[in-house]
Nanobody
Framework: QVQLLESGGGSVQAGGSLRLSCAASGRPCSLFRMDWFRQAPGKERVLVARIFWSSEGTYIADSVKGRFTISRDIAKNTAYLQMNSLKPEDTAVYYC??????????WGQGSQVTVSS
């Protein structure tokens, strides 16, 4: 079992920045990959960013490329999503997901990000 605790959401004006954190506990040594998804009201949950825990390889969705970055701190078992130049269309609930080498997935509780124009 892995438990994920998200933090860092909030409200910001357009052009502002926020950093989301996702701390893993329980069995973090099994982490293979951490993802950030977001779900806007009435829309599907979509992948925003991905980081491979060992190689630190990353993926950033085109919709946020150049504005969002994903990183991780192995010592803290924490993944981060740095969000800059935020736009109103970035408003959503953001979820982190941990994928273990076994294939099991675990989700964070979700963090509301609201960007006002």
């Amino acid at each position: 079992q892995v438990q994920l605790l998200e933090s860092g959401g909030g409200s910001v004006q357009a052009g502002g920045s926020l950093r989301l954190s996702c701390a893993a506990s329980g069995r973090p040594c099994s982490l293979f990959r951490m993802d950030w998804f977001r779900q806007a009201p009435g829309k599907e949950r979509v992948l925003v960013a991905r980081i491979f825990w060992s190689s630190e390889g990353t993926y950033i969705a085109d919709s946020v490329k150049g504005r969002f970055t994903i990183s991780r701190d192995i010592a803290k078992n924490t993944a981060y999503l740095q969000m800059n130049s935020l736009k109103p269309e970035d408003t959503a609930v953001y979820y982190c997901r941990a994928n273990l080498g076994s294939g099991d997935d675990y989700w964070g509780q979700g963090s509301q990000v609201t960007v006002s124009s």
